[in-house]
C-alpha cells in the first residue's frame, strides 16, 4: 500500500480553492480517512481506495456550499495524477473514481469499497449539523453514528 502520500498532500493543498481548515478542509478529510479505515477494515475492503477517497473527495470544489460538479472534478483529478503519487489496479481506479463523481449523490452501493467511501464521508455530516442516517450508510458503518457525530461537532 506504498504510495507519495505527502506528495500527494502538498499537490492537493497547493491547489485547494477553499480555507485549509475549513468544513471541507484537512480536518473533515482527517475524520473521513478515520471512519474509512476503521470501516475498512470491518468490511475487508481495499484500504488504499478509501484513504485516496478520503484526501481526494473536496479536494477540488470551488465553494462549501453547492457545488455539484466538484465530485467529476476530483475524479478526473485522481485519474490525471495516477502514476504520479499512486498507482492502482485498472478496476481499483474505477472504483476510486466511481465514489469520488457520485460521493455526494446520496446514493448506495453494492460495491462494498464504494459504499465504505461513502460512509466515511457521510459520518462527518455531524461537522454541518446533520446526523447521519442508517439508511445511508452499511450496517458496519451504523455503528459509528453517535461517536462519528460527537467527534466532528468538537
Not at 477494515?41 to 479536494?59: K, P
Request: with cysteine; proline share 3%; charged share 25%.
Amino acid at each position: 500500500m506504498d504510495f507519495d502520500r505527502s506528495g500527494l498532500i502538498q499537490l492537493i493543498r497547493s491547489e485547494f480553492k477553499l480555507d485549509w481548515h475549513g468544513v471541507h478542509g484537512a480536518n473533515h478529510w482527517a475524520r473521513v480517512f478515520h471512519h474509512g479505515n476503521n470501516i475498512g477494515q470491518l468490511r475487508n475492503v481495499d484500504l488504499l481506495v478509501v484513504e485516496l477517497f478520503g484526501f481526494l473527495h473536496d479536494s477540488c470544489r470551488l465553494n462549501d456550499g453547492r457545488d455539484p460538479l466538484h465530485g467529476q472534478r476530483a475524479a478526473e483529478f485522481a485519474h490525471g495524477i495516477h502514476g504520479d503519487f499512486y498507482s492502482l489496479h485498472p478496476k481499483k481506479l474505477d472504483q476510486l473514481c466511481f465514489a469520488l463523481k457520485h460521493h455526494s449523490g446520496g446514493d448506495i452501493s453494492i460495491d462494498a469499497t464504494i459504499q465504505t467511501c461513502w460512509d466515511s464521508d457521510r459520518l462527518d455530516l455531524g461537522r454541518v449539523g446533520i446526523i447521519p442516517s442508517p439508511r445511508y450508510l452499511s450496517d458496519e458503518a451504523s455503528i459509528f453514528i453517535d461517536l462519528a457525530y460527537d467527534w466532528s461537532i468538537r
